[in-house]
């Protein structure tokens, strides 16, 4: 009998120990609907089937918890230094970071910090790494320009025609009372300016552009130029002249950059002289060419 009574026990026992941890449930459910209900909040309906789901909650920095709160939807809610990972973890599945952003960033950056150098080490890898150490990168981050200072010139010369695209349009309305011919120049002139405070090294960035790998972005941002001056004047042309004016120009810009390098005038004041005698000369062909095209339609109408 010793056995079958030892047995019995064991299941009363049992059966206590399971009613204990049935009223300790009871009694936890009981106070969170309670602290729910003193928030303002609604209890939720529980049943047997009611499930509960601990949420992790991670100290966080003031600096760490402020980027959170860009990353991700503005639901989350943050109290003691910490936040709740759950709470917009499935909203933010659409709003994920692209790490090629921060690439685009860093590079702008980098090129931007670099010409502060380039007077000094000129249109070189040597600017690229002083322009990071400057902003607190590693020499490194230059491997995010595959074609080196080349990039930093390109970078210079897009960022000069935006500037001169501005510019001509803030100075349409004052350029009214001008000639075209004196629009031109104005324009021109504006755009050369861009150029003198890195004159000493300019040299070097010409040298650079003119190799075979980096021509076709040079003549790219030289028919900038030219269109935007043109439009700025005026110009209306849709026939072939549209090409030759534009192709002119370019001419003309470059023979008076290049004479520029060689200028110690004040002010450039002979670069701006060499710029009027190669416009005159550019408004004479103009000229011929029109006599030119006139003359050969009269011919082949008599004939």
Sequence with gaps: MQPAITGLRSRHQSKAVLATFLRLTDSARTKSCAVIDQSGGAAPELTETTSFRLVPRIPVSAARREHFSRRYSSSAEFSGGSFNVSSSASQSEHQQHDPADDAIDDRILLLEASLNF????????????S????IGLSPAVIGLLPRGPAELVEYFENKCNEELASQLQNNKEAWQGLRMTQRV???????????????ETWAQAISIRSQPRNVSVTIEHLAQITDDVWHAAGDQSTDYNWYTKRGLLAGVYTATELYMLTDYSPGFADTWDVLDRRLKDVMTMGRLMGQVHTFSYTVNRLL
Excluded: F
């Excluded at 380039?118 to 790494?129: M, N, Q, S, Y």
């Excluded at 322009?131 to 400057?134: I, K, S």
């Excluded at 104005?186 to 890195?198: F, H, W």
């Design 131 to 134: 322009g990071a150490r400057h």
């Design 118 to 129: 380039v007077g000094d080490k000129g249109w070189t890898h040597a600017a690229l790494v």
């Design 185 to 199: 120049r104005a324009g021109l002139k504006l755009r050369l300016q861009m150029i003198a405070p890195y004159i």
